[in-house]
């Protein structure tokens, strides 16, 4: 007979920063009862995922298995925890259970894409908990970016799982609660079973400092600036959005912000009560009539988003509002790697416009949301669980985290996404790998990592197209030479004559040269084709394009 254990299977966010989403189970062996904390995206580059809106996990194993699920925890409201539940929430249909303002902001997105906003739950805080099967789960508050962050306290038959979601020790977050360690150490006082922690910062070896601490920097900086003042953070950091607009208030600025992400954020911290002493903000049309030396503008845009306002701002105007020469933009935020491109050429257009740019490199304006080393190191310390999972990481982030945990006694283990392990014994053991991987949303629709869509999109990229046409008659016989269209491509090659004439000519020829079994016989020629396209481009202009052949047959 099967004995019961404990599982844990990530799915998202384990061998990358993002796309979290994580899987637990208790029962025997393929019968187990499952929760899932989170469902995030991550987000495309043009390098990988051209034209890709969004990049969601690969949930096929847990839809195999949806009449075993029990419901979904929402740790926060950032994307890459809940930015897939509009997309992927109906492929599951139960219960979600997230705090006020999480659910706010969950809400919308089920909404946006005609979910059943009516199966989320508003849930109170530890210790009150949610009955999921054979789970209990609590909301424990802890800080983090953006506000009302929890860690999940899980309670199976196996013993107490803490699951941290994203977090740092911070006892002055601005807005939100502070981290209470008398309050977490009330949870760990009867033994911890696992930790399953968040792994980012792991390579940074100070200790983090506390959202309080850039004020007083952020109010130094826009008091001493002459002319307009521009300032990006992300939207969710409500907390920045609140110094930063108290820093422009208190130096006699008008504040306005701009950008849908933005307001979104103020107005759903508003209405759920998260944050009471906002101040009024003026809008853009307003912000055209205030004197420029009297305007402080908060925006979006601070990873370089091409349609986000602080892109449009650097390549000209944003709603009527232009940057010029002696005003200053300011970036609180960390880039996130991948996103420097973006970055760098938004600073490059400023200082075209001779727009004074302050970056973070000093650390003075923006702090992460994330536990450092030590923090991490002092919340094993906090927790003393009998074993340790690391989560949200990429691979080397994981592994560090693993071997800290190690060298304290802690027994560890690297669990990338499709890694189950069972927390049944003392150590976190390795027992079975399942496919996982990546949807993508494309335009309106979900296609699969392998559909190749992508792949086929990034070849076009890479090769560029050539689409030929051929018409031929009742007798099989060509109605004229093929004709070609080309793009992303060189129009004149190697012999001086036009690519596409090239192409024209070298095509007819191998029609006529072909025998009549490779004329009536579609693919025959189109492989024919296909090969004399290639063979031209390769002679004339050293490329082999993606080729398209259209035969088009009279009868």
């Known amino acids: 007979m099967k004995t019961e254990r404990l599982i844990y299977l990530p799915l998202g966010g384990s061998g990358e920063v993002g796309m979290n989403a994580y899987v637990y189970g208790w029962g025997r062996e393929g019968e187990e009862r499952l929760i899932l904390v989170d469902l995030g995206v991550t987000f495309p580059d043009m390098d990988g995922t051209p034209g890709v809106d969004l990049i969601l996990p690969d949930i096929t194993w847990l839809k ?12 926060h409201g950032h994307e890459d925890h809940i930015g897939a539940l509009g997309h992927l929430w109906k492929e599951l249909r139960v219960p979600m259970h997230a705090r006020i303002f999480t659910a706010a902001l ?45 860690a ?27 981290f209470d360690p008398e309050l977490w150490r009330s949870v760990a006082k009867d033994g911890i079973k696992a930790l399953v922690c968040d792994s980012t910062n792991i390579h940074n070896t100070h200790p983090g400092r ?33 110094t930063l607009a108290e820093a422009g208030i208190a130096a006699g600025r008008s504040v306005c912000l701009l950008g849908r992400a ?29 004197p420029r030396e009297s305007l402080m503008l908060i925006v979006t845009g601070s990873q370089g988003e091409r349609r986000a306002a602080s892109a449009q701002l650097s390549r000209g105007k944003y709603l009527g509002l232009k940057m010029a020469e002696g005003d200053m933009f300011l970036f609180s935020s960390k880039t996130i790697p991948g996103n420097e491109a973006g970055v760098i050429q938004i600073m490059n257009n400023f200082s075209e416009l001779g727009v004074d740019v302050v970056d973070d490199s000093s650390g003075d304006y923006h702090v992460s949301g994330h536990a450092n080393r030590p923090d991490l190191e002092a919340m094993h310390d906090l927790m003393r669980p009998s074993m340790l999972v690391p989560m949200h990481g990429e691979h080397r982030m994981l592994r560090r985290h ?20 069972s927390l049944s014994g003392d150590a976190p053991e390795v027992i079975d790998h399942v496919e996982t991987g990546r949807t993508y949303l494309d335009g309106s629709v979900l296609v699969g990592a392998l559909d190749g869509v992508v792949r086929g ?14 018409l031929l008659d009742e007798n099989d016989a060509p109605l004229g030479d093929p004709w070609a269209e080309i793009m992303g491509l060189a129009e004149t090659g190697r012999s001086g004559a036009p690519l596409v004439e090239r192409i024209e000519e070298q095509t007819a020829a191998a029609i006529g040269r072909a025998e009549n079994k490779t004329i009536i016989d579609d693919d025959k020629l189109d492989e024919l084709l296909r090969r004399s396209v290639r063979q031209v481009c390769a002679e ?8 398209i052949v259209v035969v088009s047959r009279l009868t």
């Open 402 to 421: 693993a071997e800290v945990a190690s060298a304290k006694g802690i027994p560890s283990v690297v669990a990338v996404n499709g890694t189950m392990l």
């Open 152 to 178: 999940l306290v899980i309670d199976t038959p196996a013993g107490r799982v803490v699951h941290t979601g994203d977090f740092k020790l911070d006892g002055s977050p601005v807005v939100g609660e502070a």
């Open 540 to 547: 004339e202009i050293g490329r082999k394009p993606e080729v």
């Open 457 to 470: 999109r990034m070849r076009m990229a890479l090769n560029g197209l050539v689409v030929l046409t051929v």
């Open 262 to 290: 933005m307001q979104r954020m103020v107005a759903v911290s508003r209405e759920t009560g998260v944050v009471d002493d906002l101040p009024n903000f003026i809008t853009a049309e307003e912000a055209t009539d205030v």
């Open 210 to 242: 506390s959202e309080a601490t850039v004020g007083p920097n952020i109010r130094e900086l826009v008091a001493g600036a002459s002319g307009m003042v521009v300032a990006t953070t992300f939207a969710s950091n409500v907390a920045r959005v609140k």
């Open 106 to 150: 969950s809400r919308r997105k089920l909404e946006e894409q005609g979910g059943d906003s009516s199966a989320l739950n508003v849930a109170d805080v530890w210790p009150a908990q949610v009955e999921a099967g054979p789970f209990r789960v609590g909301f424990l508050p802890v800080s983090h970016s953006i506000p009302e962050s929890s």
């Open 64 to 75: 195999e298995r949806a009449d075993r699920l029990e419901a979904i925890f929402l740790t």
